[in-house]
């Protein structure tokens, strides 16, 4: 079946580092992958998404390339801020499972100014 | 503004007394679900729903219910909580229009079952 996962945390860096958080899949078809972000205390937002082999998604500063030879949707950015301390879940979506959410574990990201 | 609802935010209740959290999206969307998260668990979806009437269960339904009568509304009922049903619980919604399955969700209710 499919699956999604992704380095463990808590991952922590200083401000205006380079990051890198891992996510490896495994689908049977050809699925649509995410990322989201969880800030303390709240909810689940889409932080970026590509939907097909080669996209790069992008917001925030963080970026993602679905590379389908890798099964890899590593997030990526340039210089982190402490703002950018949170949780972040890789995710993917395949209509061969009824376009069910399948979510990594999550990876903390603390960011120490 | 869209968005997802959930109430209440937070509760405390004891074992075996029934209780509903609300969920309510205002994006007309077909796809409404619920997750717990536990820590070093990530995310398990309970239960989700396709449309109005239709629903169906995530990797853990146990000990939970759900009805969606409306398209608008997604309760989650717990018919006797139990200690080991303490968590966080989040409700998501989102269209399937394009196959993507961008998911929006609610700040996330804080359960406590003593």
């Known amino acids: 079946g499919n699956s999604v996962t992704q380095m463990e945390g808590p991952v922590t860096l200083s401000e205006e580092a380079f990051l890198t958080i891992n996510c490896t899949y495994t689908?049977?078809?050809?699925?649509?992958l995410f990322w989201y972000v969880q800030y303390p205390g709240e909810g689940l937002q889409l932080l970026l998404k590509a939907t097909k082999a080669d996209d790069k998604g992008s917001n925030k500063g963080f970026e993602a390339t679905y590379r389908k030879e890798t099964t890899s949707f590593h997030l990526e950015k340039g210089s982190v801020q402490v703002s950018d301390s949170a949780v972040y879940f890789c995710?993917?979506?395949?209509?061969?499972?009824?376009?069910?959410?399948?979510w990594g574990a999550g990876t903390k990201l603390i960011i120490k100014p | 503004e869209a968005q997802v609802t959930q109430n209440p935010r937070y509760l405390i209740t004891v074992t075996g007394k029934k209780l509903t959290v609300t969920c309510s999206q205002n994006m007309n969307h077909e796809y409404m679900s619920w997750y717990r998260q536990d820590p070093g668990l990530g995310l398990r979806q309970i239960y989700y729903s396709m449309n109005v009437e239709v629903t169906d269960k995530g990797d853990v339904p146990e000990g939970y219910k759900v009805s969606r009568k409306e398209k608008r509304n997604f309760p989650l009922i717990l018919e006797s909580p139990s200690p080991n049903q303490t968590s966080l619980y989040f409700c998501?919604?989102?269209?399937?229009?394009?196959?993507?399955?961008?998911?929006?969700f609610g700040a996330g209710t804080r359960l406590s079952v003593l």
């Open positions: 998501a919604s989102s269209t399937l229009t394009g196959g993507k399955n961008i998911q929006y």
């Open positions: 689908a049977t078809g050809y699925p649509s």
């Open positions: 995710a993917l979506s395949d209509r061969n499972s009824n376009y069910q959410l399948i």
